[in-house]
């Protein structure tokens, strides 16, 4: 497993997060725990870890309740990482050690032209997890809203990762 860290280390893997819509809980304590103010709906989130060109699904976290930060996730990913990881990902993880993002627009000013081609480079490399993303609800099961059990959630999108995994004919990281 260490041969597979360290040419992970080498690579700067990307990372992005999607919700999915759930049942409503019959709770309110639970309605609460998964309702995402973004989209309005109880969700699942889940992060997806790629490398560059999106040929391998690195990590997946699954299941995660709808109003969690794309950044809390990341912080608790990171540590089953090297120290020396890097990874790139979108605004929603700034902030993030070792983690590229591309440069916001300053306040009532314009963005000067190199920092604009400079967040265009960044999302050129940052599409790929995407198209994994695209992969996976391509399922109908992960795109949609799910109506199974909660027990049942990180199940069956694993074996979704599993079957986009094949697909893609990635077999380094088992």
Same mark, same amino acid.
């Given at each position: ?18 919700e999915q819509s759930r ?20 969700? %699942? ?8 060109? =999106? ?33 790139? =990902?979108d605004k929603a993880y ?29 999302a050129r490399k940052r599409? %790929? ?9 391509? %399922? ?21 990762? =599993? ?7 990635? %077999?380094?990281?088992?």
């Amino acid at each position: 497993m260490e041969w597979v860290k360290e040419i992970l280390t080498e690579l700067e893997l990307i990372v992005d997060s999607t919700e999915q819509s759930r049942e409503r809980p019959s709770e309110y304590k639970d309605q609460e725990k998964y309702y995402s103010g973004k989209n309005k709906n109880h969700t %699942f989130k889940n992060q997806i870890i790629t490398t560059p060109k =999106g040929t391998e699904i690195v990590d997946v976290i699954v299941g995660e309740k709808g109003p969690v930060s794309d950044v809390k996730i990341l912080r608790k990913q990171q540590d089953k990482f090297d120290k020396k990881q890097k990874f790139q =990902g979108d605004k929603a993880y700034e902030g993030v050690e070792r983690t590229t993002t591309p440069k916001k627009k300053p306040r009532k000013k314009e963005m000067p032209l190199e920092i604009k081609e400079e967040n265009q480079e960044k999302a050129r490399k940052r599409i %790929f997890v995407e198209h994994v993303i695209r992969l996976i609800k391509i %399922f109908g099961i992960a795109r949609e809203r799910f109506r199974l059990k909660d027990n049942n959630y990180q199940k069956v999108i694993l074996t979704i990762c =599993g079957l986009v995994r094949l697909r893609i004919r990635s %077999f380094i990281l088992a």
